[in-house]
Nanobody, 122 residues
């Protein structure tokens, strides 16, 4: 089992910055992809950013140019640097990761963190 623990959330004024971290522990072999999702009250969970094993990144249109995802494979950790925050960025942010299991016919298994609250005041 892989455990993901997010940190770095909090309350910030509009225009401010926060840096989220998510560390994987347990039966970590080699994280394939890392993903940050968010869910605002009354809304569906949405993909914010992701990064592949090779470092290719993808961002939601609403955060492009303001958020940066990065990974440190030596630490089994992913980061989300969030700049120029807006009240509409307020949500619970969830970390997601996938890796192939160690079976003879490996399958991709994904894991979720418990979420961290980000609140941006106007």
């Amino acid at each position: 089992q892989v455990h993901l623990v997010e940190s770095g959330g909090g309350l910030v004024q509009a225009g401010g910055s926060l840096r989220l971290s998510c560390a994987a522990s347990g039966r970590v072999f080699s994280i394939n992809g890392w993903y940050w999702y968010r869910q605002a009250p009354g809304k569906q969970r949405e993909l914010v950013a992701d990064i592949t094993r090779n470092g290719l990144t993808n961002y939601a249109a609403s955060v492009k140019g303001r958020f940066t995802i990065s990974r440190d494979d030596a630490k089994n950790t992913v980061y989300l640097q969030m700049n120029s925050l807006k009240p509409e960025d307020t949500a619970v942010y969830y970390c997601n990761a996938d890796q192939f299991d160690d079976s003879d016919d490996p399958i991709l298994v994904d894991y979720w963190g418990q979420g961290t609250q980000v609140t941006v005041s106007a």
